[in-house]
């Protein structure tokens, strides 16, 4: 027990320092997706809080920071906007809709979990991956550019303007020198308080995180604890009509958290160089998405700027994004007239930083080294991400993959041909079989003009699916149907399986008794040795 805690609590300063400044990089974020998404900013960060507590404690990849997120945000506005129309401006429909929504989204992310659909994010190449950072990057970057905006909408100008630009500057500058000094103090804690400093106690006339939330209408962060929403049973009605709206949002909702979790789970791992459960951060996020709609949240998912703010900050563990949550909730509660003050260029400078430790720089470097294919899906994944959102850029990315791997294979069979010396005609099959490449196999045949004996070797190819099975299967029929003889070699097991299943006349064409020693390699490595050797002789 004793080396349990002790190895738990060896980076416990580390994680305690980045989970504060975490939860001061937080609050902006959560407050700007709440205006974003047209809702209170304390449903924001409330969503925030109980997100970051429950998945900081039950999910799959400690030192990764959940919470309230853009990438949902964008499509919870229709929702809100069309659940208010159902009712009178008092009402707030729109808000009651959402909590509803937001519970159904995690119901299907704790299915999916259950079902262990988290593993499929192994399938994401790393060209999507680099796109999918790089794209995350620049709308990051553009997100931080709405701060330098005044209340009409202006961008600063003047004083102003080069004011938050020097603020900006400096809390960069603390953070890119004072590694280099020491690595012993958290970079973006310092500079935020530095910088906070600076303005506070030079009287500065700049935004501050109050003067945000004042103006978009907030009324401040003070706020209490967060409450158990009884109104949601009686103001959304429970039927078929509701289940009809909320139900493709809550679809939308559920894949987008999934991909953005399990992309940013990724690149935790990276970055760490350990390995997260998928599984289990998909039950936790659908968990997290369910608590936070029963008590007034607005629902969210991993977030990966501050995740990378917290593993920058030297966070590894749970207790980072536990301190983070929990500090949020103070913040709200008891230290709100504080943390408003803290001016909006300091925080603004932390995320330019994680911009450019997002951003996959090396990728400009090796898109003369890969192939062509791989750089036009990072850069329309790069590209998608910021036109649309992250999931319709991974899901498009996945698909330009898929497809071009199975162009590329598709064109890689081969039948090399000979004859023996009394008269059958052998077909070596090279290159793998599969829907993509029946059209080609069934080209290399010519049943008409073959001589009466033919023979099929796959010891080089590999059947792949249904649609081989069925290619191989109408060759037989046709060869059988010129009245001639052909004989099937080297058939995967599973395949034989299936032949044998679908016609008993298989039995008669396919050829049991294998004599040919590179047969045994997988199955039995010593048969293999001895027939190779016998080979040779």
């Keep these: 027990m004793t080396e349990f805690i002790r190895k738990r609590a060896k980076n416990a300063k580390n994680d305690i320092l980045s989970g504060i400044t975490v939860a001061l990089a937080l609050v902006p974020e959560a407050v700007a997706f709440a205006f974003v998404a047209g809702v209170d900013p304390l449903v924001g960060l409330y969503a925030a809080f109980m997100i970051g507590l429950i998945t900081s404690i039950f999910g799959g990849r400690p030192g990764m920071i959940s919470g309230a997120t853009g990438a949902l945000a964008v499509v919870m506005v229709s929702l809100v906007a069309e659940g208010n129309a159902m009712g009178t401006p008092d009402e707030n429909l729109g808000l009651y809709y959402l909590l509803a929504t937001v519970i159904l989204m995690g119901g299907i992310q704790v299915l999916a979990g259950v079902l262990k659909l988290g593993k499929f994010v192994r399938l994401i190449p790393h060209p999507v991956m680099m796109g999918f950072v790089n794209g995350l990057a620049i709308v990051i970057f553009m997100a931080q550019l709405k701060m330098f905006r005044d209340v009409n909408g202006d961008y600063f100008t003047g004083s102003e303007l080069w004011t938050m630009i020097g603020l900006v500057a400096l809390t960069m500058g603390i953070m890119f020198g004072l590694p280099k000094i020491t690595k012993k103090l958290p970079e973006a804690l310092v500079g935020i308080l530095v910088v906070s400093a600076i303005a506070i106690f030079g009287d500065f006339d700049v935004a501050t995180v109050g003067s945000f939330i004042r103006d ?11 409450q158990f929403q009884t109104e949601l049973f009686s103001k959304v009605p429970f039927s078929l009509e509701t289940l009809w709206f909320i139900g493709p949002y809550a679809l939308i909702l559920a894949a987008i958290g999934l991909i953005e979790s ?11 160089e350990t390995r997260g459960n998928t599984n289990r951060e998909c039950m936790a996020q659908g968990g997290a998405n369910i608590v936070t709609g029963l008590f007034g949240g607005m629902g969210g998912c991993a977030m990966i700027g501050q995740s990378i703010i917290n593993i920058k900050g030297g966070g590894r563990g749970r207790l980072s994004g536990i301190v983070a949550a929990v500090l949020l909730l103070v913040f709200i509660l008891f230290a709100s007239s504080y943390i408003e003050q803290i001016p909006i260029a ?6 330019f930083m994680v911009v450019v430790g997002t951003f996959a720089w090396s990728s400009f470097r090796i898109l003369n080294k890969i192939p062509r294919t791989d750089v036009i899906v990072l850069v329309a994944v790069s590209s998608l991400t910021v036109i649309f959102d992250l999931a319709i850029a991974v899901i498009a990315g996945v698909i330009i993959s898929a497809l071009v791997f199975s162009w590329e ?4 069979i081969r039948a090399r041909k000979r004859m023996r010396e009394d008269g059958t005609k052998v077909y070596e099959i090279w290159g793998p079989l599969f829907f993509g490449s029946i059209i080609a196999f069934n080209e290399k045949f010519d049943a008409k003009n073959d001589p009466q004996n033919v023979e099929v070797d796959f010891i080089e190819s590999r059947v792949s699916d249904h649609s081989a099975i069925e290619a191989i299967f109408n060759l037989v029929s046709k060869y059988e149907a010129e009245g001639k003889s052909i004989k099937l070699k080297h058939l995967s097991e599973d395949c034989k399986v299936l032949l044998f299943k679908s016609s008993p006349k298989f039995r008669e064409v396919i050829v049991e008794d294998i004599d040919d020693p590179r047969y045994h390699l997988a199955e039995n490595p010593e048969a293999f040795t001895k027939g190779l050797s016998e080979y040779k002789l």
């Design 409 to 412: 294979n598709a064109v890689r």
């Design 346 to 351: 300091a925080l603004v400078g932390v995320m």
């Design 262 to 272: 399990l992309m940013t789970l990724n690149l935790v791992d990276e970055l760490t």
């Design 216 to 226: 978009g209408g907030g009324e401040g962060l003070k706020g209490g604890l967060p």
